[in-house]
């Protein structure tokens, strides 16, 4: 069924480099992670804009990824890009071309936000949830699309801190009964979500059942095309 909804904007919010699936730590999807997190336990490489299940190639002096194990191996140090998480394409290019580690194989993406507010550049869009203001800070980015060639992933719907609510809340056993069956023929091979329409309907289920995160946001993961 249709949703009825307003008009949702599309803002393309930044760029990264994310393991290639054979760069993953090889125990972090064992059977048992598996199990807890994800929806279609099956799916070979589940992706979302959540580096602690897609992990960043990435690391700075104040984000390492003790969850995953992988801290990356390529150090950014805040100043290199005015303290912004690759808000310029090249420039994010440029620094992982000059250390990355040989025989390593990075995906370059992009991560739009979908919402129904309209931000003017550099505001913070903000929600509020049990008295908490939470919000994401909008720059523009360069380029402002997407490269030709680029190739959309789906949709993930994570909080303002970018943690997953399909992949990175785990799922109750009464809550793995029901919601597989009601999700797990909408997800696609990546365990993203293929329509913005089932990401709303994802966002409100995420805002209640997991309401220690809410408000949650809809985000897009676009594979760029590269070299």
Not at 195 to 219: C, G, M, N, Q
Request: proline content about 7%; aromatic content about 12%; overall charge negative.
């Amino acid at each position: 069924m249709s949703l009825d909804r307003v008009s949702v904007n599309q803002i393309l919010i930044r760029f990264d480099v994310r393991l290639h699936k054979d760069d993953y730590p090889p125990d972090f999807w064992n059977e048992s992670h598996r199990d807890q997190f994800l929806l279609s336990p099956e799916i070979e490489w589940p992706l979302s804009c959540d580096p602690l299940v897609w992990p960043s190639v990435f690391f700075s002096k104040i984000f390492r990824n003790e969850v995953t194990g992988a801290c990356g191996s390529i150090e950014v140090d805040p100043d290199v890009d005015d303290g912004n998480y690759w808000l310029n394409l090249e420039q994010m290019k440029t620094h992982y071309e000059t250390h990355k580690l040989p025989g390593t194989k990075g995906v370059l993406v992009a991560f739009h936000l979908f919402t129904e507010k309209i931000p003017d550049d550099g505001v913070i869009l903000y929600s509020v949830s049990n008295g908490i203001q939470c919000g994401i800070i909008v720059n523009p980015t360069t380029p402002k699309l997407c490269p030709e060639g680029s190739e959309f992933l789906g949709y993930d719907v994570a909080d303002a801190a970018w943690i997953s609510g399909l992949s990175n809340c785990g799922y109750s056993s009464d809550e793995k009964r029901v919601l597989r069956k009601q999700w797990g023929s909408r997800l696609n091979s990546l365990g993203l979500l293929d329509t913005l329409d089932d990401a709303l309907e994802f966002r409100r289920l995420s805002d209640k059942r997991v309401a220690e995160h809410a408000p949650f946001w809809i985000y897009g993961i676009t594979r760029l095309p590269y070299p």
